[in-house]
């Protein structure tokens, strides 16, 4: 059983950066599709990047050119760096992890979430 940790999430003000940490343990995370969701309070949770198997990845057009996901297999952790943060990016953020990529792009059946870890970003 694939268990996922998240971690950094915090307060900045507009235009700063933050990166966000997922820890996968019982599971390797090159084995899987990654990515990352967000949730605000009576709205449903919306992808925001994602990395396949391969290390390819893609990304909503909100944050497109702005945050960026990476892994990195030895520390089994996958990252999500933010920057040029905007009032909009607040939310609760979410790490995901499921075999098929296709499943976490369009949010699909994903077998594996973590807690979730809080972003806000004040103007």
């Known amino acids: 059983q694939v268990q996922l940790a998240e971690s950094g999430g915090g307060l900045r003000q507009a235009g700063a950066s933050l990166r966000l940490s997922c820890a996968a343990s019982g599971g390797t995370f090159s084995n899987y599709a990654t990515g990352w969701f967000r949730q605000t309070p009576g709205k449903e949770r919306e992808f925001v990047a994602g990395m396949d198997r391969s290390s390819r990845t893609y990304y909503a057009d909100s944050v497109e050119g702005r945050f960026t996901i990476s892994r990195d297999n030895a520390k089994n952790t996958v990252y999500l760096q933010m920057n040029s943060l905007k009032p909009e990016d607040t939310a609760v953020y979410y790490c995901?992890?499921?075999?098929?990529?296709?499943?976490?792009?369009?949010?699909?059946?994903?077998?594996?979430w973590g807690q979730g870890t809080q972003v806000t970003v004040s103007s």
């Open positions: 995901a992890a499921d075999p098929v990529f296709g499943a976490v792009v369009a949010n699909l059946g994903i077998n594996y």
